[in-house]
């Protein structure tokens, strides 16, 4: 195992994973509330980051993570980062 710096709260830990264990935690909750946001409020294209985060009270850094998970694979969002840090323009439906 490496040492690596949770991307999500900026501890260091030692694990396979890009989020320590507290936060691994966090993150399926949000990844819960983006799927039960994505399955009643959302359409394609016509939210925002903002929206979203307003909507489920997870950040905006932790939206441009979370969405590049590949259980969003097919969601749209016109301004998501991605990792590249340049705008993802790829017009896609949302498959969750």
């Given at each position: 195992m490496?040492?690596?710096?949770?991307?999500r709260?900026?501890?260091?830990?030692?694990?396979?994973?890009?989020?320590?264990?507290?936060?691994?935690?966090?993150?399926?909750?949000?990844?819960?509330k983006l799927k039960d946001y994505f399955s009643y409020g959302y359409v394609a294209?016509?939210?925002?980051?903002?929206?979203?985060?307003?909507n489920t009270g997870i950040?905006?850094?932790?939206?441009?993570r979370l969405i590049e998970n590949s259980e969003f694979e097919g969601v749209?969002?016109?301004?998501?980062l991605s990792q590249?840090?340049?705008?993802d323009n790829k017009k896609v439906v949302a498959k969750v």
């Amino acid at each position: 195992m490496e040492i690596k710096k949770c991307v999500r709260c900026g501890q260091f830990f030692e694990t396979v994973n890009d989020v320590c264990n507290n936060c691994l935690a966090k993150d399926n909750k949000d990844i819960g509330k983006l799927k039960d946001y994505f399955s009643y409020g959302y359409v394609a294209g016509k939210v925002s980051l903002g929206d979203i985060s307003s909507n489920t009270g997870i950040t905006i850094k932790n939206l441009n993570r979370l969405i590049e998970n590949s259980e969003f694979e097919g969601v749209y969002v016109p301004e998501t980062l991605s990792q590249n840090n340049n705008i993802d323009n790829k017009k896609v439906v949302a498959k969750v």
